[in-house]
């Protein structure tokens, strides 16, 4: 009966549009052998990490955890597993984090209890869990495979898959669990706060290739959102062809400026909304790490960021370091789109410039004759007399 439900449970999951990073250690690695079973799996499971050494999770964690086995790291693990789950989601699709530790059954009697802890993460919820077994009572196997079933019922529910099945558990097995719901602002001061690194809102209109892996971002502070910046995004989109899925971005941390205010980030994607166009929030207002966020992607820019990219001044007067870093975001396997722009009142385009030869083939030139814009949000700005 038992394999009839998780058979049923994991097609379920598979049935669903989200994308998840799995990160256990001590148990539960049964969970990932059944996600990965049955057909459909690689719509589902982006990464799956067991870091059962002491070093792998600390350099998991980036830390010596207090305890190893405990909700806290658990819940950590989780939010690192999110974080991981957006980076490596394709465009538009929700993703989850799911963290698990657990102190089960070995080879010689333990003292403590013999306990798991279980953490999901998604844009908008996060659920823990504790539950503490009745010692003696299960073999390592029996419990490992319990392990995996409550993991399995936990993902299923994050998934919102109805009517998965009820593990075995007994009335002296302790279950303690809690959910928190978090509201759009909550998110966008999480975003703001560095916990976690963006939020899509995907918003857009036209029909574009479901399994399109790679994002075509421009990026800016859209204050305001112009015509241009529209026709920007899709001439960009044409080059790339149909593999690509547009989108916006918004950085709510800025290099020099105080961070945007959440009434700030939402009046912004309010006019996302009203033109049925994608954008995401991030916290990143550097390009080296917007490649380290949307490995893959292609970024729209102009001609002027192209020109600051390339120029020793902007990394310390160090030629080395800037092209060590742009070097990085290469092999992350992003490219730069580059429009023309006026330049001290003069139209340049990408040939105007000398990009380093390591790098040529990491910018691409948008043709003037395809497009071409001569004012900028700062100009309208001016204009509207704001």
């Given at each position: 009966?038992?394999?009839?439900?998780?058979r049923?449970?994991?097609?379920?999951?598979h049935?669903?549009?989200?994308?998840?990073?799995?990160?256990l250690?001590?148990?539960a690695?049964?969970?990932?052998?059944?996600?990965?079973?049955v057909?459909?799996a690689?719509g589902?499971?982006l990464?799956?990490?067991?870091?059962?050494?002491?070093?792998s999770?600390?350099q998991?964690l980036?830390k010596v955890?207090?305890q190893?086995?405990?909700?806290?790291?658990t819940?950590?693990?989780?939010?690192l597993?999110?974080n991981?789950?957006?980076?490596?989601?394709?465009?538009?699709?929700?993703?989850?984090?799911?963290?698990f530790?657990?102190s089960?059954?070995?080879?010689?009697?333990?003292f403590?209890?013999?306990?798991?802890?279980?953490?999901?993460?998604?844009?908008?919820?996060?659920?823990?869990?504790?539950?503490?077994?009745s010692?003696?009572l299960?073999?390592?196997?029996q419990?490992?495979?319990?392990?995996?079933h409550?993991?399995?019922?936990?993902?299923?529910?994050?998934?919102?898959?109805?009517?998965?099945?009820?593990?075995?558990?007994t009335?002296?097995?302790?279950?303690?669990?809690?959910e928190t719901?978090?509201?759009?602002?909550?998110?966008?001061?999480?975003i703001?706060?560095?916990e976690?690194?963006?939020?899509?809102?995907?918003f857009?209109s036209?029909?574009?290739?479901s399994n399109?892996e790679?994002?075509?971002?421009?990026?800016?502070?859209?204050n305001?959102?112009?015509d241009?910046?529209?026709?920007l995004?899709?001439?960009?989109?044409?080059i790339?062809?149909?593999?690509?899925?547009?989108?916006?971005?918004i950085?709510?941390?800025?290099a020099?400026?105080?961070?945007?205010?959440v009434?700030q980030?939402k009046?912004?994607?309010?006019?996302?909304k009203?033109?049925?166009?994608s954008v995401?929030?991030?916290?990143?207002?550097?390009?080296?790490?917007?490649?380290?966020l949307?490995?893959g992607?292609?970024f729209?820019?102009?001609?002027?960021?192209a020109?600051?990219l390339?120029?020793p001044?902007y990394?310390d007067g160090?030629?080395?370091?800037?092209?060590d870093?742009?070097?990085?975001?290469k092999?992350?396997?992003?490219t730069?789109?580059?429009g023309?722009?006026?330049?001290?009142?003069?139209?340049?385009?990408l040939e105007?410039?000398?990009?380093?030869?390591?790098?040529?083939d990491?910018?691409?030139?948008?043709?003037p004759?395809?497009?071409?814009?001569d004012?900028?949000?700062?100009q309208?700005?001016?204009?509207?007399g704001?």
């Amino acid at each position: 009966m038992a394999d009839t439900w998780v058979r049923a449970a994991v097609d379920a999951v598979h049935s669903n549009p989200t994308q998840a990073v799995l990160y256990l250690s001590g148990g539960a690695s049964q969970a990932i052998g059944w996600l990965l079973s049955v057909p459909g799996a690689s719509g589902t499971v982006l990464e799956a990490v067991v870091p059962y050494s002491r070093h792998s999770m600390i350099q998991l964690l980036g830390k010596v955890p207090s305890q190893f086995c405990s909700l806290k790291t658990t819940e950590e693990m989780a939010l690192l597993a999110y974080n991981r789950a957006l980076k490596l989601s394709s465009p538009g699709y929700p993703v989850l984090g799911v963290g698990f530790t657990g102190s089960l059954a070995t080879t010689h009697p333990k003292f403590g209890d013999h306990r798991m802890h279980m953490s999901t993460r998604s844009s908008n919820r996060h659920w823990v869990s504790t539950v503490t077994l009745s010692k003696g009572l299960r073999t390592r196997q029996q419990e490992e495979i319990l392990s995996g079933h409550l993991l399995l019922k936990a993902i299923a529910n994050a998934c919102k898959v109805p009517g998965t099945f009820v593990p075995d558990l007994t009335q002296s097995d302790l279950l303690d669990e809690c959910e928190t719901l978090f509201t759009e602002d909550q998110e966008l001061e999480q975003i703001i706060r560095g916990e976690v690194c963006f939020k899509v809102y995907p918003f857009l209109s036209e029909e574009y290739a479901s399994n399109a892996e790679r994002k075509i971002i421009l990026s800016g502070s859209f204050n305001p959102l112009h015509d241009g910046h529209l026709k920007l995004l899709e001439v960009a989109t044409s080059i790339c062809g149909d593999d690509g899925y547009p989108c916006f971005e918004i950085s709510a941390v800025n290099a020099d400026k105080p961070p945007l205010s959440v009434s700030q980030i939402k009046d912004r994607v309010e006019k996302f909304k009203n033109v049925g166009k994608s954008v995401i929030i991030s916290n990143q207002p550097y390009f080296y790490k917007k490649a380290e966020l949307f490995p893959g992607s292609a970024f729209v820019i102009g001609a002027d960021t192209a020109a600051r990219l390339i120029d020793p001044k902007y990394y310390d007067g160090d030629y080395k370091k800037m092209l060590d870093i742009l070097v990085r975001c290469k092999s992350t396997g992003c490219t730069f789109l580059v429009g023309g722009r006026n330049i001290d009142g003069v139209f340049k385009v990408l040939e105007d410039f000398k990009i380093p030869e390591e790098l040529r083939d990491m910018f691409i030139p948008i043709p003037p004759d395809k497009f071409r814009m001569d004012i900028s949000s700062t100009q309208i700005r001016k204009q509207l007399g704001k």
